[in-house]
């Protein structure tokens, strides 16, 4: 019988929460067993809610003293590099909340040390464990819907709340940039699994609400071109108090049509999707019940090894101790995550200089 991957935690805030369900829950297969968080209170929250005694506020001295194989780094995005080139030197597998950096210096320095480390390496891009958008993914690759014709996607959130508390989002040194890297990113991180790699990006980002520091967009108008052709257009808000949804995506295919969102209505870390689909020949078998041709039927939501939960942050993590126990390469490996790096500041650079930009120049 496999031993559980033993994790050590390094910073315990919002996003840390997201992660609790699978160390409570599966401990059998992936075991928390130390907590660090540079607020000691914090820690020691987490600490007590996930059944840890080890408790830290200095990672260094976590990752010298405790018994771990891996650590799960939930810090500001500022520090995600930094952590993670620490955690490989020393040893130990990683797995990282996006972004992996600031800069695609911080990105192909992290690659350098886990690379040179021999350790797993894995971004925490969670749209990637939905099991609905695993459905879409397989669909997709099995030629289902034909050619990719065009893509719209959305990604909207109240992010006035956190500008207004003063929050490390709010401080672009931080958090380096506003809705691109912080919500969209898990847009396009999605398409590019869906779709393969962008070839350019173009970009309009707007800092218009007042809640907004400079340097934090509140409004972003994308569009991406594929090496495959596909076109896709982004539009992500940060900045609107009253919103139906957090992220949709609608695909385009020649043989058929995908239609999916997230309601805000929905308990964030439960996600369930609302994913439709329409094909030009209708596909009983793969889809459940449907009668009409033309009519937009739900995906019946299967499961994979690995995506058995409705819980996306569950399946990830759940996901990084398989790759790291037998070694094998995951679907959100820092190597391929790259190039949803090089997407995001394409963006910026786009945004800056008012042009189209060729992801191979980053």
């Known amino acids: 019988m496999v031993k559980p991957l033993k994790v050590g935690l390094i910073g315990a805030g919002r996003i840390a929460n997201r992660h609790l369900a699978a ?4 401990s059998e297969k992936v075991k928390l067993v130390a907590v660090c968080d540079i607020v000691s209170d914090s820690a020691q929250e987490y600490a007590k809610k996930a059944h840890v005694e080890n408790v830290y506020t200095d990672p260094v001295k976590m990752l010298k003293e405790a018994d771990i194989d891996a650590v799960d780094i939930c810090a500001s ?10 955690a490989a030197e020393s040893g130990r597998h990683v797995l990282v909340e996006k972004p992996m950096g600031i800069s695609i210096q911080q990105c192909r320095e992290v690659l350098k040390a886990t690379d040179k480390a021999g350790v ?3 971004v925490a891009q969670m749209l990637r464990y939905v099991p609905n958008n695993r459905t879409v ?5 099995e030629g289902k819907l034909g050619s990719i014709r065009a893509v719209h996607s959305e990604a909207m959130a109240n992010g006035i709340s956190l500008m207004s508390s003063g929050s490390w989002y709010s401080d672009y040194k931080k958090s380096g940039g506003g809705v691109v890297i912080s919500v969209g990113i898990h847009n396009i991180d999605l398409l590019r ?3 393969g790699d962008i070839k350019s990006a173009f970009a309009m980002l707007t800092n218009k609400h007042p809640a907004f520091p400079p340097g934090i967009e509140d409004h972003a108008s994308i569009i991406l071109t594929f090496e495959s052709g596909a076109v ?8 609107t108090r009253r919103v139906p949804w957090v992220w949709q995506y609608l695909v385009l295919g020649t043989e ?9 209505r929905e308990q964030f870390g439960q996600q369930r999707w609302d994913t439709r689909i329409a094909f030009t020949k209708m596909d009983k078998e793969a889809l459940g019940a449907g009668t009409a041709t033309e009519e937009f039927i739900p995906i019946k939501q299967l499961t994979y090894e690995g995506f058995e939960n409705v819980d996306p942050f569950t399946n990830e993590i759940l996901h990084f101790a398989n790759c790291c126990q037998l070694k094998m390469e995951s679907i959100s490996s820092g190597k391929d995550n790259l190039g949803t790096m090089k997407a995001i500041f394409a963006i910026y650079e786009s945004a800056k200089s008012g042009k189209n930009i060729d992801l191979a120049t980053l």
């Open 137 to 141: 993914y397989n669909f997709i690759k």
């Open 232 to 239: 896709a257009e982004l539009f992500a808000d940060y900045a």
């Open 120 to 122: 797993t390496f894995m």
């Open 23 to 26: 160390y409570n829950n599966f």
């Open 256 to 264: 058929g049509t995908v239609v999916s969102s997230l309601p805000f």
């Open 77 to 86: 995005h500022d520090k995600n590099a930094y952590l993670a080139v620490l």
């Open 193 to 195: 699994y869906f779709f």
